[in-house]
């Protein structure tokens, strides 16, 4: 069973920084494709980036391409999204996920997550 513990949210000024962090265990990590994804209060989850199990391949969202970088560090078992240039529309709950090998947007086909940590944007 892959556990996964999500940190660093918090609130933060419009044009400001965070960086997340997705720590995990009970699993191979190596083999695993993460993802990042948000919900805000009364909208359906959302994709904002993922990862392949070696870190090669990455994609985003349309509305944070440019501004947000996944990467992952595979001796921590740990996986990261680095958000800069913040808006308020990106307030929400950060979630990240895990799958084995392929690399997805679709939430649905991620096997396990995490608790989830909140991320507020002031204007």
């Known amino acids: 069973q892959v556990q996964l513990v999500e940190s660093g949210g918090e609130l933060v000024q419009a044009g400001g920084s965070l960086r997340l962090s997705c720590a995990t265990s009970g699993g191979t990590f190596s083999t695993y494709a993460m993802g990042w994804f948000r919900q805000a209060p009364g909208k359906e989850r959302e994709f904002v980036a993922a990862i392949s199990y070696s870190g090669a391949t990455t994609i985003y969202a349309d509305s944070v391409k440019g501004r947000f970088t996944i990467s992952r560090d595979n001796t921590k078992n740990t996986v990261y999204l680095q958000m800069d240039s913040l808006k308020p529309e990106d307030t929400a709950v950060y979630y990240c996920?895990?799958?084995?090998?392929?690399?997805?947007?679709?939430?649905?086909?991620?096997?396990?997550w995490g608790q989830g940590t909140q991320v507020t944007v002031s204007s």
């Open positions: 996920a895990a799958r084995r090998i392929s690399i997805s947007t679709r939430s649905y086909e991620y096997i396990y």
